[in-house]
């Protein structure tokens, strides 16, 4: 079992930055950490992955805006967001894989991780 919370939504104006942790209990041992969101009438959407071995992965629509990282003696994976937008309003979700695939680009869909979060609100006004 794998236990993970997140911290560090809140309500912001577009522009500015949050980071997002997700800090991890139980089998902290996985293969992929990654950060989901879902914003109101909207299916879930893959934000950004991290391997064990750091490489990470990223929608289009945040790269050079999100930077995934993991502190692995913390057993935490933060999401810093910077210059944020309207659209990235969402509820954030972490999620642990513990499949081992091959690439990064395995881990880009919800089927593909094994644990959630419960989720933490992000909100950002124009």
């Known amino acids: 079992q794998v236990h993970l919370v997140e911290s560090g939504g809140g309500w912001v104006q577009a522009g500015v930055s949050l980071r997002l942790s997700c800090a991890a209990s139980g089998r902290t041992v996985t293969y992929a950490m990654g950060w989901f969101r879902q914003a109101p009438g909207k299916e879930r959407e893959f934000v950004s992955t991290?391997?064990?071995?750091?490489?990470?992965d990223y929608r289009d629509s945040v790269k050079g805006r999100f930077t995934i990282s993991r502190d692995n003696a913390k057993n935490t994976v933060y999401l810093q967001m910077d210059n944020l937008k309207p659209e990235d309003t969402a509820v954030y979700y972490c999620?642990?894989?513990?499949?081992?695939?091959?690439?990064?680009?395995?881990?880009?869909?919800?089927?593909?991780?094994?644990?959630w979060g419960q989720g933490t609100q992000v909100t950002v006004s124009s």
């Open positions: 991290i391997t064990r071995s750091s490489d990470s």
């Open positions: 999620a642990a894989s513990l499949r081992n695939c091959p690439g990064v680009g395995c881990y880009r869909g919800p089927l593909d991780y094994d644990y």
